[in-house]
T-cell receptor, first 113, second 112 residues
Framework: KAGVTQTPRYLIKTRGQQVTLSCSPISGHRSVSWYQQTPGQGLQFLFEYFSETQRNKGNFPGRFSGRQFSNSRSEMNVSTLELGDSALYLC????????????FGSGTRLTVV | DAKTTQPTSMDCAEGRAANLPCNHSTISGNEYVYWYRQIHSQGPQYIIHGLKNNETNEMASLIITEDRKSSTLILPHATLRDTAVYYCIVKYYGGSQGNLIFGKGTKLSVKP
């Protein structure tokens, strides 16, 4: 079956702009989580959506937001981009609780200049 | 913060078993031990998980000590493609606890 698809793979944005990243989960998976990975902070949890509802949120400023659609596809948005937002953004999907593991996409590499 | 402690790096000869240790001394009774790995520039990949019994699948074996304060991931015949960062994670099962808390992991280098 198809894996988790993230688009775009690479993105370059200017400080102050906003960006929207997309994630299509594995068919049948209703949970979608987002993570940010940077060399300094490693992998950090952003938020998780299940059945269109955010049910868990990490410690990130309000500039980071997300949503999930009825087909379980998810988007995350970052407004007023800062240089420090440059990172690999990873999406993961799973069944209801992730008990049997999360499947990650290949990520979107965001560079803010 | 991550609830696990792992060595920063390890080397392993190709074809030999790779044994990756993890300490999780504060693990609670309803938390599972999960292992993921991340090959350079890819998303993390789920390997295996367990509660208190030893587990084995097609990728690896997981040995959890009786007191559950530590575990070892075993790759029985390491190949060059197993070079990656390996993350040991403890996670509550069920409910709304849907996120993984990653530590720094162990960078495993498999050498010819």
């Amino acid at each position: 079956k198809a894996g988790v698809t993230q688009t775009p793979r690479y993105l370059i944005k200017t400080r102050g702009q906003q960006v929207t990243l997309s994630c299509s989960p594995i068919s049948g998976h209703r949970s979608v989580s987002w993570y940010q990975q940077t060399p300094g902070q490693g992998l950090q949890f952003l938020f998780e959506y299940f059945s269109e509802t955010q049910r868990n949120k990490g410690n990130f400023p309000g500039r980071f937001s997300g949503r999930q659609f009825s087909n379980s596809r998810s988007e995350m948005n970052v407004s007023t981009l800062e240089l420090g937002d440059s990172a690999l953004y990873l999406c993961a999907s799973s069944g209801q609780t992730g008990h049997y593991g999360y499947t990650f996409g290949s990520g979107t590499r965001l560079t803010v200049v | 913060d991550a609830k696990t402690t792992q060595p920063t790096s390890m080397d392993c000869a190709e074809g030999r078993a790779a044994n990756l240790p993890c300490n999780h001394s504060t693990i609670s009774g309803n938390e599972y031990v999960y292992w993921y790995r991340q090959i350079h520039s890819q998303g993390p990949q789920y390997i295996i998980h367990g509660l208190k019994n030893n587990e084995t699948n097609e990728m690896a074996s997981l040995i959890i000590t009786e007191d559950r304060k530590s575990s070892t991931l075993i790759l029985p015949h390491a190949t060059l493609r197993d070079t990656a960062v390996y993350y040991c994670i403890v996670k509550y099962y069920g409910g709304s606890q849907g996120n993984l808390i990653f530590g720094k992991g162990t960078k495993l280098s498999v050498k010819p």
